[in-house]
C-alpha cells in the first residue's frame, strides 16, 4: 500500500520540493495551497510519477477548516501517514510599526495551524501505530533576527511542540520532528528580500549578501532538495526513534 502525505502549503516553493521528492519515492499525496492552479499543479505531478493525489484550498485561518482538511485526506485516501506541516507566511517590520493583524495572521498560520493540523489528525496516526509528522519551522526557530518578532516567537513555538508531540507519540510510534532552513530562493523569500531592503534602505544585492546570507558559514541559499530530503529521511519507518528533534539545514548559521 502506498502511504499517504499531506503537505501544507504543497503548491509552490519548499512544499512543492518536497511533494515531488515524496510522489517520486511512490506516496498518495494531498497537496494544499491558495494557487489558483493547485489542482493542475497536483495532477500534473501525480501523472508525472504515477501516484494518486487530490487538492485542498482550505484557509489554514480557520481551525474548522485545518480539522477539515485532515478529514478529506482521510476519506479521500483512507489514511494519513505523514503530515507536513510546511505553510507559512512572513511580515518584515519594527516592532513598534508592526500591525496587530499581521502579527496575528502569522501567529495563526506558522504556528496555530501546526497545532490543529497535528491534534485532527493523531487519531488517525494512533489507531494505524504509525505517524511521522514534520514541522517546517525555520533557523529563527532557534536564533532571532530583528524586525521578525512575529515569526520567530512562531517559529520557537513550533519547535516546543515539535518536543511535546514527539513525547505524547513516543508509545504509538508517532514521531514529530522540525526541520530548520536558513534562507531557500522561495517566493516567500522573494517578497522578504524587498521588505528587508525597505527597512534596511539597501539594494536587493545588499539584503542577501549583508543581512540575509550574513549568520551563514555557507553563503549560499538552502537547497530546497536538501529539505526534501531531509524531510522524506523524518518520513521512513526505520525512523520511529529519530524524534523530538529540530534539524538545522542553516549552512553554518547555528553553529556560532
Same mark, same amino acid.
Given at each position: 500500500?502506498?502511504?499517504?502525505? %499531506?503537505?501544507? &502549503?504543497?503548491? /509552490? ?21 491558495? =494557487? /489558483?492552479?493547485?489542482? @493542475? #499543479? ?8 504515477? $501516484?494518486? $493525489? ?14 477539515? %482538511? #485532515? !478529514?478529506?485526506? #482521510? ?21 513598534? @510599526? ?9 501567529? !495563526?498560520?506558522?504556528?496555530n495551524a501546526v497545532f490543529y493540523a497535528s491534534k485532527a489528525a493523531w487519531n488517525q496516526m494512533k489507531t494505524q501505530q504509525f505517524g511521522r509528522i514534520i514541522n517546517i519551522s525555520s533557523v529563527h526557530g532557534l536564533r532571532a533576527s530583528e524586525?521578525?518578532? !512575529? ?5 520557537? &513555538? ?47 544585492? =545588499? ?5 540575509? %546570507? ?23 519507518? /526505520? ?9 538545522? %539545514?542553516?549552512?553554518?548559521?547555528? !553553529?556560532?
Amino acid at each position: 500500500m502506498n502511504k499517504i502525505v %499531506l503537505i501544507t &502549503g504543497s503548491t /509552490s516553493g519548499i512544499g512543492l520540493a518536497i511533494a515531488t521528492q515524496f510522489a517520486k519515492e511512490g506516496y498518495n499525496i494531498m497537496f494544499h495551497g491558495l =494557487e /489558483s492552479n493547485g489542482d @493542475d #499543479i497536483a495532477k500534473e505531478i501525480g501523472e508525472k510519477y504515477q $501516484v494518486k $493525489v487530490a487538492f485542498s484550498k482550505a484557509n489554514l485561518l480557520q481551525s474548522e477548516a485545518v480539522e477539515g %482538511l #485532515i !478529514a478529506e485526506t #482521510i476519506s479521500t485516501f483512507g489514511h494519513l501517514h505523514v503530515l507536513v506541516n510546511n505553510a507559512g507566511i512572513q511580515f518584515v517590520s519594527p516592532i513598534e @510599526d508592526f500591525p496587530n493583524a499581521k502579527y496575528e495572521t502569522i501567529i !495563526a498560520i506558522n504556528m496555530n495551524a501546526v497545532f490543529y493540523a497535528s491534534k485532527a489528525a493523531w487519531n488517525q496516526m494512533k489507531t494505524q501505530q504509525f505517524g511521522r509528522i514534520i514541522n517546517i519551522s525555520s533557523v529563527h526557530g532557534l536564533r532571532a533576527s530583528e524586525f521578525k518578532s !512575529a515569526y520567530v516567537a512562531a517559529k520557537h &513555538g513550533v519547535i516546543g511542540m515539535t518536543k511535546v508531540l514527539a513525547l505524547e507519540g513516543a508509545p504509538f510510534n508517532i514521531t514529530c520532528n522540525a526541520i530548520c532552513p536558513g534562507y531557500v530562493k522561495t517566493p516567500l523569500v522573494e517578497g522578504q528580500i524587498k521588505d528587508q531592503a525597505k527597512a534596511h534602505h539597501m539594494t536587493a544585492d =545588499e539584503v542577501v549578501q549583508k543581512v540575509m %546570507l550574513k549568520k551563514q558559514a555557507v553563503k549560499q541559499f538552502i537547497p530546497v532538495e536538501a529539505i526534501a530530503d531531509m524531510a522524506l529521511l523524518l518520513a521512513k519507518e /526505520s525512523s520511529t526513534t529519530i524524534t523530538g528533534t529540530s534539524f538545522a %539545514l542553516d549552512g553554518g548559521w547555528s !553553529a556560532q
